[in-house]
């Protein structure tokens, strides 16, 4: 393969809802740049993406896979990303390294809530899309109301490049307005024959090409005048205005096709080759300073690690995108986080599962490499003293959890391993041992990712693994002041143990007066403050410590080995177990014995004292709220809110954003267990959502009666 300039290059991510025939389409394109012989089919599992078992068994994409072609004298690097939202992750991926969208509109479905969401992650990217409506052969193949659909939900305006002349079964012709030819297929076999514009058709093409005309001049002055001046443009100007607007995210042409039968195909590559920025053309990545690095191949050699994928055979494979400069084979440069150094002994041109070794690539490729010691996603090796470390990607918060287990303890060792190496494949997979909770507990995209997972791990390497519910991080905590008194007394022979504490706990909050007196057993109290320590809980909150001991009742000394009982029944709180918070204690008598006090014996006597004077100070259970943001269908509205508030939620907000619902609300996380699920069977797979942690809040009575319940007390008294 020749080495391919920065401008000779286009980075390509297709997007979609699902089963729009995006995989189709990349295979298409790949034989019309000769690197397949023959097109495969998802159904015969003869993909160059797809190529997975996992994909093969659910006949959909799953992972995004990168395929490069070579086309009019350029390379396209193509990535085919999922559709459904479960596995955003590898379209997170693909938007940081790839310039330019291809939204692929299923012609019988129009623009669908996948569709949207994906715009969505687009928009936030500020990727310029192109839309392709695919699907023109289908029997309910609707172009007219897929036109309006894009015009009603999309917020930039599109603009026909090209309109079928026959949508439906016999699909085989389309013109082209900024060609104003007609081009007729033979078959699926992608040729065509350059027609004129039939009579009938000529009036239509003719104001499509005036609006066409009419959008690429509004992008430059100089246009706008010629136009003007004219009345019409060339097809290069055309072109040159289009470019500019699709660079600008002003404007977005819309394309004909049938990826099935190979129509459309070849006029669409040829458009992007000439028409969709170049990695020279569009905005150039930064580093965590915000500095941008151009795609310059006389600039300093820095790479970008993208992703990162273990397979059987190979190992560990490391993608990337050479920001800038130019990398050749053998070549050593620098980790920009670690410090360490990498020799990139190999490069390879990925056409899904198959690599194309290659000796050199320049700023704007996109490749991968293997045999890396120490360099994963997110990271950027660069040459020495250069100090480029590029901004990492941001994905998207977490939506499911379920705590997970091996079925066979004696696998723990080994599951811990495999899942800490998914989440290095797919950043959007959480891992973490929880002490407070007592389980590991894995986050994903939905239960549909996790399941996935699952499957896996027991295909490649017969480990079978349980999700479960995931336990609830519950916060503990008082309404009221209450006082307590502890004795802890031991003997046994030779020396015992004795301490005694007396206290007063209350609520603490911000800016609260410091404590002066209190009323116990009757007899009111003067405090005299000795001391004051303000501990910053871990876990949010305070607990706030005062010493108010007089007259040597206890040492201080002892003080410290107090303050460390209670924070053990601060870690796992009197009622549920859970973290306490927000607490204030004044210690202000006690007893001491000369002999057998020592710091167990206080440790002992505060944290009983504690936790016999927080049961009596009107404790309260506090849940995790969450805010959650759901995009739906209008006619699943009801559906979906009903279900919402029989899951305790408060409603926040409803409103309307091109034809797609979105409502708001606030939700306990303990409600929210496979709501993924339920919300998918709801709406057909037609909506999603987002959750992201809003504040603790009290439970309602009924249920904290529930989970007091529920918890066994297994604190023992020492």
């Known amino acids: 393969m020749k080495t391919y300039q920065t401008k000779e290059i286009k980075d390509l991510v297709l997007l979609g809802s699902s089963g729009s025939g995006k995989t189709t389409l990349v295979e298409a394109m790949a034989y019309e740049g000769k690197v397949i012989e023959r097109r495969g089919t998802v159904e015969s599992e003869s993909t160059l993406s797809d190529y997975t078992d996992i994909e093969h068994t659910y006949k959909r994409s799953i992972y995004s896979t990168l395929i490069y072609t070579e086309f009019n004298n350029q390379k396209l690097n193509i990535f085919d990303s999922p559709g459904s939202d479960d596995f955003c992750g590898g379209l997170f991926s693909a938007f940081k390294v790839a310039d330019v969208g291809l939204m692929v509109i299923d012609a019988q479905e129009g623009f669908e809530v996948g569709t949207e969401i994906q715009a969505r992650y687009a928009r936030k990217h500020e990727k310029p899309i192109i839309f392709v409506v695919n699907k023109l052969d289908a029997e309910k193949a609707n172009w007219e109301g897929t036109v309006e659909s894009l015009r009603a939900n999309s917020q930039v305006k599109p603009v026909i490049v090209q309109f079928p002349v026959n949508p439906g079964p016999d699909f085989d012709a389309f ?3 900024l060609m104003m030819k007609m081009y007729k297929f ?29 959008a690429a001049a509004e992008n430059d ?8 001046e004219k009345g019409d443009l060339t097809q290069d100007e055309m072109r040159a205005g ?34 969709a920025p170049s990695p020279a053309d569009a905005p150039p990545m930064t580093t965590v300073d915000g500095t941008p690095v151009p795609a310059d191949v006389n600039g300093p050699t820095a790479l970008f690690v993208f992703k990162t994928a273990f397979e059987q055979h190979l190992g560990e494979v490391t993608y990337f995108r050479v920001v800038s400069g130019k990398l050749t084979e053998g070549m050593e440069l620098v980790n920009s986080k ?5 020799k990139i002994s190999q490069i390879y041109a990925v056409a899904g599962k198959t690599r194309t070794k290659v000796t050199e690539m320049v700023a704007g490729d996109i490749g991968c490499t293997v045999k890396l010691k120490g360099t994963r996603t997110n990271q ?16 998207p918060a977490p939506r499911y959890r379920a705590a997970v287990r091996a079925k066979n303890s004696s696998d723990d060792e080994k599951l811990g391993e495999l899942l800490n190496k998914a989440s290095q494949e797919d950043p959007t997979i959480l891992v973490q041992y929880t002490k407070e909770l007592k389980q590991t507990i894995i986050q994903g995209q939905g239960e549909h990712h996790l399941n996935i997972l699952k499957t896996n791990i027991a295909n490649n390497n017969k480990i079978e693994m349980e999700f479960l519910a995931p336990r609830i991080s519950y916060r503990e905590t008082i309404t009221k002041t209450a006082a307590s008194s502890y004795r802890h007394k031991k003997q046994s022979g030779g020396a015992g143990q004795f301490g005694e504490v007396a206290m007063v ?21 003067t405090m005299n403050i ?58 202000y008598d006690g007893k001491m014995h000369p002999v057998d006090s020592n710091e167990i014996s206080f440790k002992l006597a505060g944290r009983n004292a504690f936790k016999e004077a927080f049961k009596n100070a009107g404790p309260k259970i506090m849940e995790p709220i969450y805010s959650v943001e759901v995009l739906v269908p209008s006619d699943k509205m009801g559906d979906v809110m009903s279900d919402l508030q029989n899951r305790r939620a408060m409603i926040e907000g409803m409103s309307s954003d091109k034809g797609i619902e979105i409502l708001t609300a606030r939700v306990p996380l303990a409600e929210m267990y496979r709501y993924s699920t339920t919300l998918s069977s709801l709406t057909n797979g037609r909506a999603t959502y987002s959750m992201k942690f809003a504040l603790f809040e009290q439970v309602p009575s009924d249920v904290q009666d529930k989970l007091l319940k529920a918890y066994t007390d297994t604190d023992k008294d020492e």
């Open 175 to 177: 013109i082209d307005v």
């Open 186 to 214: 033979q078959g699926d076999t992608g040729i065509r024959e350059e027609l004129e514009i039939p009579d009938d058709q000529m009036d239509q093409a003719l104001e499509l090409k005036n609006i066409l005309v009419e």
């Open 221 to 228: 002055e100089a246009l706008m005048e010629l136009f003007f």
């Open 242 to 275: 289009l470019k500019l607007g699709i660079a600008n995210r002003d404007l977005i042409p819309v394309f004909c096709t049938s990826a099935r039968k190979n129509i459309g195909t070849k006029r669409l590559m040829e458009f992007v080759t000439r028409v």
């Open 338 to 342: 670690t410090g360490n150094k990498e």
């Open 380 to 395: 950027t090796l660069a040459q020495a003293g250069s100090d480029i470390e590029i901004s990492p990607m941001r994905f």
């Open 505 to 525: 706990i209350e609520p603490y909050y911000e800016d609260m007066p410091e404590p002066s007196k209190y009323k116990v057993d009757g007899k009111e109290l």
């Open 530 to 587: 000795k001391s004051k320590e303000i501990i910053e809980l871990e876990w949010g909150g305070k607990l706030v410590y005062y010493s108010s001991i007089v007259g040597g009742a206890i040492d201080a000394r002892f003080m410290p080995a107090i303050l460390k009982g209670i924070m053990e029944k601060m870690e796992e709180g009197p009622l549920t177990g859970s973290y306490a918070r927000d607490i204030r204690v004044v210690v």
